[in-house]
């Protein structure tokens, strides 16, 4: 290895792989593993009759008349069944709830959490800070349908940003602390016999 920028960047490296390396626990050859799999009910981000009312008449807006709306509003979205406002408002009141599929998996003193949404990262943080694994891991976007969609908070829904409008979501503030206590209860159901030292 030279002196030059390159070599003294590859000892570096080197040496942090060295490091590790020499705090790093012993192979297992057999670990504990689990599966778990869940479908959550989570209620969903309902639509207003405010909402519901004017996705109707954008419909038949001119341009001219959309670009003075509701940014959610100013064109006709072609994200799917999440951006029909005019269906969901009719059904939501016979299916409040938002179904979603959840696999939880512990792999020794690991654990894996799936769920279909691009969550907020306060719903990460309360899931890590009150998983009983060591580590826990959040899988996203994970069920392969078009459940998912962001996962606002009320402060996101508040500043009104395009990954908090009504279109966005399927599912709110609300639904996240389901989604939030319900993973927590199935991870620490995989932990159950186990009590890891606090370090966080």
Known sequence: IGTDDKGIICRRIMAAVDEGLATASPAQEQVVFAHD???????RLMVTKEEYELE???????????????????QIWPFGAVCNLITRYEQQEKE??????????????VAFATNPFELFIDYSHQIHCRSNALQTFQIQLADGSENGFYLP????LDGG????????????PEGGKVLVDESVDAINSLFADVTYAKTR
């Open 153 to 156: 908070t009320q402060r996101a």
């Open 37 to 43: 799999v869940k479908t959550l009910s989570l209620p």
């Open 56 to 74: 109707k008449s954008i419909q038949t807006m001119s341009a001219e008349e959309r670009a003075k709306q509701p940014y959610a509003f100013q």
């Open 161 to 172: 940003h395009y990954s908090a409008l009504i279109k966005s979501n399927w599912v709110g």
């Open 96 to 109: 409040p709830n938002h179904l979603i599929e959840a696999h939880f998996i512990r792999l020794g003193d």
